[in-house]
């Protein structure tokens, strides 16, 4: 039988046992301890925004099926009842007109095609189209709505007169750069929260667009029209996803893996964990796998067993949540890691990592956290019995290396962590590091998250250590307007702070609105300007030569859409914006925090025009 009927027979089929089964008490048992306060995985609140089909499927053959075989499939119909909130449409929603003009999208180094803009990652836009004094001109040009969307957490991408965005649902999305029009759509068969990537594998070819979803998989799109060209499962472990951005450099595709097997292995029941992270390069053509370089080399075997018996697996873990950078001088590609999930913890962990372009050998690993072992069991009140170690702090690594060139030729890579510190390592002596600042408190979910900027002369930080009104209340409760946040300018040689800007929250906001000053998403620079967004849903500009605020739009309101569709923005997290040709696109609605939900694509220009 189809899933799809499989799913629909067990949410609207006549009386089963299902109706017996108590989804709360299910829910609380199986799913609690990871979905109510976790850092990882979605809280309870977005999940519950999803229609009943979607939260089936998804414990059956998607993300979280390694949990859901402990279910029944009236159980799983049980839980998905519990938490779904979602109102089922009354009728499909309208859509963006098509876009009459027949295309041929080109590349430019004028376009943002890429997560990081540049092979560097210094998210660094030198001809945006506009000039920083015109910055304060900027109007929204149009609004996309995404249908049936939870939480907006993809970075756009601009090549020429399209802008490429994915979704949560899988969907992805070419529209026009003037009107927001429909050039195409595609489903992926797994959320899409990395950025497309759009590139000519050759030089002459026509452009190709790489989606990467959350299920491992990527995609190969002919750019202009949407055809598929090829698809490749990268990883079979089920907990692995691709997270960051893949890069693509002389006919091949570097794509990171990440997994959320510290989510998976917070079950006592689990046999935790067997997961390692890793970049494989594929050839752009035919997606075929060149080589695969591991961050930890060798295989998680048993290690111990727990309270219950179940056999532990280690070493485990150092997934790379974040876009690669090419270093073509020295014929290297350098990430950063993720924590370890088990003991011991790899000593790759929490660190910084060079592959060779060619072979994937590692060359060198500079770690900054020693044995950070960590699993969401090591959080909250609950059963922490799967917690490796009670005292690892989870400080891994989000953000991208950024690769520096400094005056009279010394260069640097710059990572900023989760513990609150930005660290500097010299590329050309095997990752020495250079020197730390530390700019913030750190935590699990503080510190430096999902991307600094670069103008070749500062690096521009945002610092999160984010806070609730209550304590305990991750995910779930109110943010606490006095806590983190801030823009922070450094100075690449020595790690001094130039200025910091910390805009006001709750004053912009009225009374009973969720208000935060912290800052986790990625930034990025153009000439004379850095553009940050907050976890209050503000999108702000900043003066790059003393983070004055220079522009400010509130995106947490409701939205007129070019496709019809009932949007409103929210948090700004997970993503930054894509800044080319005259305009700024960002989305708006990561809904993990304070229940700031949207759903929506913003394109700003200067006067709307």
């Not at 053509?285 to 295989?299: D, F, L, N, R």
């Not at 002369?457 to 009104?469: H, M, T, V, Y």
Request: with cysteine; net charge neutral.
């Amino acid at each position: 039988m189809p899933l799809r009927t499989l799913v629909l027979l067990v949410i609207v089929g006549a009386a089963t046992p299902a109706a017996a089964q108590d989804g709360s008490a299910l829910y609380a048992q199986h799913c609690a301890s990871c979905h109510d306060g976790a850092v990882r995985a979605p809280s309870k609140q977005i999940i519950g925004a999803l229609p009943t089909d979607r939260i089936v499927a998804s414990l059956t053959s998607g993300l979280m099926r390694s949990q859901g075989q402990a279910l029944s499939v009236d159980e799983r119909a049980a839980v998905a009842r519990f938490l779904s909130t979602a109102v089922p449409a009354a009728a499909p929603a309208a859509s963006a007109p098509r876009c009459v003009a027949d295309a041929k999208p080109s590349v430019s180094p004028r376009d943002w095609t890429s997560w990081g803009a540049t092979l560097a990652n210094d998210r660094f836009q030198k001809a945006p189209g506009f000039t920083a004094e015109q910055i304060p001109a900027l109007k929204l040009r149009w609004a996309f709505g995404f249908d049936g969307e939870v939480s907006a957490a993809a970075n756009p991408t601009i090549a020429g007169d399209r802008v490429y965005v994915g979704s949560g649902s899988g969907r992805v999305y070419s529209l026009g750069l003037r009107d927001g029009c429909l050039a195409w759509t595609f489903k992926a068969d797994g959320g899409v929260r990395a950025a497309i990537v759009v590139g000519a594998v050759k030089p002459g070819d026509a452009p190709t667009a790489f989606v990467s979803d959350i299920r491992a998989t990527v995609y190969a799109l002919d750019a202009a029209t949407g055809a598929l060209k090829w698809t490749r499962r990268l990883e079979e472990h089920p907990a692995a996803r691709i997270t960051g951005s893949p890069v693509l450099y002389e006919g091949r595709l570097y794509v990171p893996m990440s997994s959320i097997e510290e989510v998976t292995g917070a079950q006592p029941t689990y046999e935790c964990c067997k997961f390692r992270g890793s970049v494989y390069a594929i050839d752009g053509a035919s997606g075929s796998p060149v080589w695969q370089g591991y961050t930890i080399k060798e295989k998680a075997t048993p290690q111990s067993k727990n309270a219950r018996g179940v056999t532990l697996y280690g070493p485990s873990g150092a997934a790379v949540w974040s876009s690669p950078t090419i270093d073509p001088s020295t014929n290297s590609l350098y990430v950063a890691t993720g924590d370890s999930y088990s003991l011991p913890a790899a000593p790759t962990s929490d660190a910084v990592v060079a592959f060779d372009l060619a072979t994937g050998a590692m060359k060198w690993a500079t770690q900054t956290t020693a044995g950070d072992a960590f699993t969401v069991a090591c959080m909250g009140a609950g059963d922490r019995s799967a917690c490796p170690d009670q005292k690892a702090p989870d400080h891994d690594f989000g953000q991208s290396p950024i690769l520096l060139s400094l005056p009279g030729g010394k260069r640097v890579l710059l990572a900023g962590q989760k513990s609150g510190e930005v660290h500097a390592f010299d590329p050309d002596a095997n990752g020495r590091k250079l020197w730390t600042r530390s700019i913030g408190r750190g935590s699990a979910l503080g510190g430096l998250e999902w991307g600094s900027a670069s103008d070749g002369n500062r690096l521009f930080a945002p610092l999160s250590d984010i806070g609730f009104k209550e304590p305990g209340a991750i995910g779930r409760g109110a943010l606490d307007p006095a806590a983190g946040g801030g823009l922070f300018a450094i100075n690449p040689a020595d790690g001094s702070v130039a200025w910091t800007a910390k805009a006001s929250a709750c004053g912009e906001k009225p009374a009973g609105t969720s208000c935060s000053p912290a800052l986790s998403a990625p930034a990025a620079v153009v000439p004379g300007a850095i553009f940050s967004g907050s976890l209050d849903g503000h999108f702000r500009a900043y003066a790059a030569a003393d983070g004055k605020v220079i522009w400010d739009f509130d995106t947490a309101q409701e939205f007129k859409t070019v496709n019809g569709v009932s949007a409103r923005g929210g948090s700004i997290d997970v993503a930054g914006p894509a800044i080319a040709n005259g305009v700024v696109a960002t989305t708006s609605g990561y809904g993990q925090w304070g229940g700031m939900r949207g759903n929506v694509l913003l394109v700003f220009s200067v006067d709307g025009k």
